[in-house]
């Protein structure tokens, strides 16, 4: 029967060749790998809630005055958006859980593509093939965010209409051009009664499109590339080891979906999500105090509280240039486009052109993980200052004290957790070294003939081993003259980069090494007395920068 | 031992990592380790013992059967505990219950699944090899074959006028696409100007929101504070976008501790002051007032005004004051506007001048 189906499908599909080419393709596995799976599924949870939603949503800013269920707000006049919005969660069975479930998957969605993008980040997964994925898998981080504010703007309740308030205000602080596209986005002047329409065509038309579109180019490129996997004995550049798809990974994939779906609908089911009937439509005079984006809006929404007053000046008496929103504009978007560009520029300082299928560990890529951190407290601090009020009011703080932290956090703060993650990095690398050329303490006292105690250190076996020493390593990059004598100025930035980079490496320990590191103690065998000496134990072979 | 005397050297890199690729400031030591190849296989107690292999197939096929159990539990919730008209309550046991056994349902498949995967399933390491993305070098130069073909076959090199006639309709094209968009609003041509005004004017009175009654300056003690909109708001044709612009604090101060400026010695009211609520940031309103220090504050982004000295900024990101309604009482004590504000209101834009007559 299954022979018949089977038969009947790939004589009009030839989908025989596909599972030939794909059913036992291999993926490696580790538990990071699992972070965009969970952004994957999340998506999928988001489009089939999204358009049970749909069924029941009225995206218009048409008044009518609310007869349904909930009684503090009958008779109101609100916006028809805000009405079905009410009317799914108090007039539909299930309605409230599917749009609980639709807003903690796309808070999740958001957490776990930029966990995701974390991992790759850390172990260098961006390097080449894979840099053209990274860019795309960032543009889905920005259409994600897109896709979550527009929909947080659709009930037209008070806490979003006051987002959206904001948003108007950013467009406008932009020079020339930013009055115009308030008015045109506004279909007038705020709020108008077109906003909600338009970004409601966004959120379910263009943006899903786009999404969709990408993911599976993301995924098409999974496949082309195959998955990075971590150093571990038995794994190369050239390999790849894990489990075939079917069954395993295909049962652990399809299970995992399963699993994010459940967690997100129990969360659902116990925690309210944006209760919008208690925020009430949307009114340009009422505000509570302590509002706060979804998070993933926070660090934009933290970036303008963090604008020392001030900052905004009148060019000839003429033209107001807003400061205190360009600034955090700007400061966004070179983080933004920062992290966008990263793999081209680390390439174009290694001048690694090779493809790198095994991934980093952080450590020993010391100065991209202490660049990763300070990124992570640059946008940390932008994020904390989204909820500088709260934080004021339960940490007992005065509101200024505050904001000056996350002002000195901002600024010195990625510094600072450059310089520390950096240290810690080397120091962790030191102890890998140590381990490989000395063993680790087994915790064996042994008394020797002339009365001396020692510890007994017992050697790593090859598996173990090979896992601490497998990893690249790059030396600082040494300007030459060209034929011509002359040295380009491109090339002493390069230079500047590289050294910046690489001068201050570990270089994983070799068979000669270790060999050596033995041959140099008379107890053989137990490998006794190692207090390693500081040109042993720290810095590998001498590698001068000429 | 490889080397002894020099430690590790560099070399040049093999092709593992694709063809004709540089390595860059790659080191890559003459004696490094050698991959000791895949540690031997580790066996489960599921391959080992075959009694715990069936207590694990028959706990799978449990889980499987109480995820059945769940999706019935959840159509029993739809009708066991529904929606009650009137009665808000009805939803949240609805959610609840609803919800937990579609939980229910969906972990039990998840955990069964992976749990099979993990515990029953072969688990012997698969190695595939890997090849470079780029394409063989027979495959490359027949897709630059193909492209010369194309080429030559249309003339699309050779024909350089066809080929930029085409060019420049194909830039063209798009162009009217844009003009469309121009009505997306509507055809007013000076947002700007609609910015610089509010519906206030000489002798509007000053209501409450949202009630729209009207207040007689006896009503407002000192202390007090008031959210204001323009009497004749409910009759504006567009409400909120009104409402927007003109919505108004209004507070009473001791009048020696007002800081008056000269020329607006006329806008206060024996000490009633009524500033615009719309703050000068990004147009949030601004509706937190301080009883004791007179000051507000901007519930978004943290900006502080001193309603003393004319709703200055000591704290935060705005910049501008917020701008001063005129106001005076009518004959039969109401509060009023004398004019509309003298600059605009709201957040800064870029025709905004820095002139205004305040």
Not at chain 1, 488 to 495: G, I, M, Q, T
Request: glycine share 8%.
């Amino acid at each position: 029967m299954t022979g018949a189906v089977s038969s009947y499908i790939d004589e009009r599909t030839s989908i025989s060749g596909f599972v030939k080419l794909m059913g036992r393709k291999v993926f490696p596995d580790h538990w990071s790998f699992m972070l965009g799976e969970v952004a994957l599924w999340c998506f999928v949870i988001i489009l089939v809630t999204g358009t049970f939603l749909t069924f029941f949503f009225q995206a218009s800013m048409a008044e009518v005055v609310y007869e349904g269920s909930y009684t503090p707000l009958k008779g109101l006049e609100m916006s028809a958006a805000m009405a079905s919005t009410l009317d799914i969660s108090f007039d539909v069975r299930g309605g409230l859980l599917v749009r609980q479930i639709h807003h903690w998957a796309a808070l999740l969605f958001i957490a776990s593509i930029m966990l995701h993008m974390a991992r790759v980040f850390f172990t260098g997964a961006f390097r080449k093939p894979r840099e053209l994925n990274w860019v795309i898998g960032f543009v889905m981080w920005i259409l994600a965010m897109g896709e979550g504010f527009t929909g947080y703007s659709l009930p037209d309740d008070l806490l979003s209409g006051n987002g959206l308030r904001i948003i108007d205000g950013l467009i406008k602080g932009i020079p020339v051009v930013g009055t115009w596209i308030s008015y045109l986005l506004f279909g007038g002047e705020f709020p108008g009664t077109q906003i909600i329409g338009r970004l409601y065509t966004l959120h379910i038309l263009l943006l899903p499109a786009l999404l969709v579109a990408l993911v599976g180019l993301h995924m098409v490129f999974l496949i082309v590339h195959k998955h990075t996997q971590f150093p571990g004995p038995g794994r190369t550049n050239d390999n790849v080891v894990g489990y075939p798809i079917l069954p395993v990974y295909g049962a652990k994939m399809g299970g995992t979906f399963f699993i994010v779906f459940g967690v997100i609908v129990a969360i659902a089911a116990l925690f309210a999500i944006n209760p919008i009937w208690n925020y009430g439509p949307y009114d340009p005079s009422p505000v509570s105090a302590g509002t706060q984006p979804d998070w993933y809006i926070g660090f934009a929404d933290g970036a303008l509280r963090l604008v020392p007053p001030g900052w905004e000046f009148v060019l000839f008496d003429t033209w107001t240039v807003s400061m205190n929103i360009l600034a955090p504009i700007i400061a966004i978007t070179i983080w933004i486009v920062a992290v966008m560009f990263y793999p081209f520029i680390e390439q174009w300082i290694t001048g690694d052109r090779r493809e790198h299928h095994l991934a980093d560990r952080p450590r020993n890529v010391p100065t991209r993980t202490a660049i990763g951190v300070a990124g992570i407290v640059y946008y940390g601090a932008m994020f904390v200052a989204a909820s500088s009020d709260l934080i004021a009011t339960h940490f007992k703080m005065s509101m200024e004290n505050v904001i000056h932290i996350l002002q000195f956090t901002l600024i010195a703060g990625p510094f600072i957790a450059y310089f520390i993650t950096k240290r810690i990095c080397l120091a962790l690398q030191k102890k890998d070294r140590e381990l490989v050329l000395h063993g680790y303490e087994s915790g064996r006292i042994v008394r020797l003939p002339g009365g001396e105690f020692i510890e007994v250190h017992q050697p790593l076996d090859e598996y173990e081993r090979w896992r601490l020493v497998d990893f690249n390593d790059y030396k600082p990059l040494m300007v030459r003259p060209n034929s011509r004598g002359q040295i380009n100025p491109l090339e002493r930035v390069r230079a500047g980069l590289s050294r910046w980079f690489f001068e201050d490496r570990i270089a994983p320990v070799t068979a000669g090494e270790l060999a050596r590191a033995h041959d140099g103690h008379d107890s053989g065998s137990t490998h006794a007395n190692e207090l390693a000496t500081a040109g042993q134990g720290v810095g590998g072979p001498p590698h001068t920068n000429p | 031992m490889a080397n002894p005397g020099s430690g590790s050297d560099i070399v040049p890199v093999d092709s593992s990592h694709g063809p004709q690729a540089s390595a860059g400031t790659a080191v890559i030591a003459a004696d490094a380790f050698e991959n000791p190849g895949l540690p031997p296989h580790q066996q489960r107690v599921t391959d080992l013992d075959p009694k715990v292999d069936r207590r694990n197939e028959r706990g799978v096929s449990l889980i499987f059967y109480l995820s059945i159990v769940f999706s019935i539990a959840a159509i029993a919730a739809y009708f066991a505990v529904p929606i009650v008209e009137d009665d808000p309550a009805s939803v949240r046991l609805n959610n609840l219950f609803l919800g937990l056994a579609i939980a229910g349902a969906l972990l039990s498949i998840g955990v069964g699944t992976v749990h099979w995967s993990k515990a029953l399933m072969a688990n012997h390491e698969s190695v595939e090899a890997r090849h470079p993305t780029r394409g063989s070098e027979a495959t490359r130069a027949r897709a630059v074959e193909v492209f010369d073909l194309a080429d030559k076959e249309s003339g699309f090199g050779r024909r350089a006028l066809l080929r930029n006639s085409l060019i420049g309709a194909l830039v063209a094209v798009p162009l009217p696409a844009i003009f469309l968009f121009r009505d997306l609003a509507p055809k007013s041509n000076d947002p700007a100007g609609m910015l610089a005004h509010t519906m206030w004017k000489e002798g509007t009175r000053l209501a409450r929101d949202p009630y729209g009654t009207p207040i007689k300056a006896s009503e407002v003690t000192l202390g007090s504070v008031f959210h204001v909109i323009p009497e004749d708001l409910e009759e504006a044709e567009h409400k909120l976008e009104e409402k927007a612009k003109a919505a108004v604090l209004l507070m009473r101060l001791k009048p020696e501790d007002l800081n008056v400026s000269a020329g607006r010695e006329t806008w206060n009211y024996d000490g009633i002051v009524a500033y615009s609520k719309i703050c000068t940031h990004v147009g949030c309103p601004v509706a937190l007032y301080e009883q004791q220090t007179h000051h507000l504050l901007c519930p978004c982004h943290q900006s502080q005004f001193d309603i003393k000295n004319e709703a200055a900024v000591i704290f935060g990101p705005a910049k501008r004051p917020l701008p001063q309604l005129p106001i005076t009482v009518d004959s039969e004590g109401y509060l009023v506007a004398q004019s509309d504000f003298h600059e605009p209101v709201g957040p800064s834009y870029w025709e905004r001048r820095g002139d205004y007559d305040v």
